[in-house]
């Protein structure tokens, strides 16, 4: 009871400290703390290293042994990689023919071409074995040690030969503290050393086993194989179940457990089994320096130490909130992603170094822009910081400046720069008034329903006169260019856009089955609503209601989605091919357009069909656990929206945002769907920290991607979404 009573005392204290459209129903995520995920990366800097086991000590001393030596991390945070570099911290050592290393009563073990060693312990131990070539090792009671030269063993404590066996294939050792005894493995058995009896014996016999791990209090034993794993009995040796086969990579090479935890190392990456069976897999270099995972072991602060053929991957947990999250965010965009105002992407950088790379111009910087800016005053309205409000002053300048920097009333540029540094479409760029700068024309529908949508919340939310006034007449100058001009945006050629359309003549010329009819009816009507809310122009809600009621607007955006698919045969080749499959970029601009549809909405009858329109979407994106959508779906009063798989998104989300190269489509624990209209390939997404980094308007069930040069930027991507969460109520304050 008292525990009930003290969480309902956090959620009433978070509810009335700041945030500003407290859900009165329905559900609210109570932001404790998390597990997050990150690594910290070591790289061999010399590429004839071979890099073979790591180990941390009682210390957090951290040494790896290498084809070249001991050698240990230099350096190194997250996203800012180390280097290994030679260990000479102990020049008695750099002497030694060290051919092994192991951790004894969590010191630092060695083994040379003549004794196993250590300097811990004041040096004492120091136990001849007389093995050639020896190192493979594992120690047992009272510092006695069985060694292997991968042909024989020998058992030695204080220089003394105990016990040997020669003529036996030996891989690895482990030694079970629990039972008093040595488990030696070979790719066809494990067997038992016990040393009160120098008894020897198989204790299971399979094929091509790699590794092995003691497990659950030293009652099961976990062996790897070249397909997959198994777990056996470590009293009986009796196998426990089928071997398991369906996990990321079934070439196993190296089995730890970790904290209560089980960890595989594989020739594709590594995994850690989850309490529901599943894995988070540790793949690509988001995570490793090179998916040839060779060794695991405890790590520093309960980290994992993954050491791979080109170095160390540490993968390290820290607890966090989503609001500590949203402020390692925040540093993100503006120390590397603010150009102009804009909210820009980091390009042509060379192997993820922060210290490459330069902020590139975008067809979307208007789009990526508006939803950076719509995330500051969410979270403003909630925060009233001073921080976000100079973010949105700058941003606004930015966006304002797109209608300004050209001569064409009302129409906004796609970006600006300046002369001779834009990259893209080089033939939209045109001569801006000023000498100093160009403008990218063609612009399109993807642009003027985000500007409208942070407008909007800009007009609605900030209290600060000078951006409210300049939010309306931005919505403003920018729907009365569309109505003036008939429902097109017109360029400076005195052409419509490509793409800026909502004309009925184009809109109705689509079949009904075409998601273009819906998209930009759903979207002009929003845009309509805004401008009148905000001007009270007549002229808006007069247009809005033509388009609806004489042009079949209401019901082309009220289609159910699952009416939406592929043109028939007859239709014209323009919808054939706006039809070919999902549009996910339309999903983004659906989403963007619900905040004027519903919110703004001319009336009650209206607003309830808007809010149909809003969850029939939402109910066919349910499987993407999009937390964008499904916190945006919140806007509608729906006592269902997926919150726990909108927490899912934002908590999974790496740190790490840079676009890594991912290949999930060989895994092995994946579900492969057949070929659809929505481009689904799985029968459950994966974690967005599996998966390449992208933008809301990408298909989340793309298993391979990342260009290997870039870092994106959180402000559209994690921001837009956790803020509008903490504005609308259904995320509470950090607790």
Known sequence: MKHYLWSLLLLFLAFSCGEKNSRQAGSVFTDVPYTQDYSIKYHTTDSSVAVYKSFADRNGVIKLYTSKGIMQ?????MLYPGTVVPDDTYRPMTKKNIAGIGIYDNQFVFIDDKAVLSNAWAGTLYSQHNLPDARIFAGGEGFAFLISNEQNLRYVKDGNTLWEKAGVTVTDIVYDDTQKRFLILSPKTVSVFKAGDNSYSELFAGDNLTCLALANSGKNLVIGTSDGYLTIDASSGQQQGDIQRKLPWTEITAVAEINGRLWFGSTRGAFSLKEDGRYNYYASRRWLPSDDVRHIAPGPEESALITTGSGLGRICFKQMTLADKAEFYEKQVRLRHIRNGFNATLVGMKDGNLGTGFMEDSDNDGLWTAMYLGGQAFRYAVTKS????????????????????????????????????????????IKAPHPEWEWKSTTSSDEAIGHIFAFGVLAELVDDEPIRTKAIGLIDSLMQHIVDN?????????????????????????????????????????????AYHFT??????????????????????????????????????????????????????????YWGLYRYAFNDTLKEKFKEAIIDHWEIERPEKEGAWNITTALTGAKEFDLDEAVWYLQEYPLDMYSWRIINSGRKDIELIAPNFRNQSTKEVLPPDELRISRHNANRFTLDGGNEASEYSAGDIWLLPYWMGRYLGVISAAQ
């Open 536 to 593: 009270k122009k007549g002229i808006y809600k007069e247009k809005a209601f033509e388009l609806m009621d004489k042009h079949g607007y209401l019901e082309n955006l009220m289609r159910p989605m699952k009416e939406i698919g592929r043109a028939p045969e007859d239709a014209d080749d323009w919808s054939k091919m706006l039809s070919e499959g999902w549009n996910h970029s339309d999903d983004e601009m659906y989403f963007l357009g």
């Open 486 to 530: 008939d429902f097109y945006m017109i360029d400076w050629d005195g052409k419509p856009t490509l793409w800026a359309k909502w004309h009925p003549d184009y809109v109705n010329a689509r079949p009904v089955v075409v998601g273009d009819r819906k998209i930009n009816a759903s979207n002009i009507v929003a845009m309509l609503q805004t």
């Open 386 to 429: 001073p921080e976000a409000l100079q973010n949105c002053r700058e941003s606004l300048d930015a966006m304002e400046r797109l209608y300004s920097v050209n001569p064409v009333k009302g129409f906004p540029a796609r970006s600006f720069e300046r002369v001779g540094f834009a990259l893209h479409n080089k033939e939209a760029w």
């Open 73 to 77: 991390p230099y350096a190194g945070k």
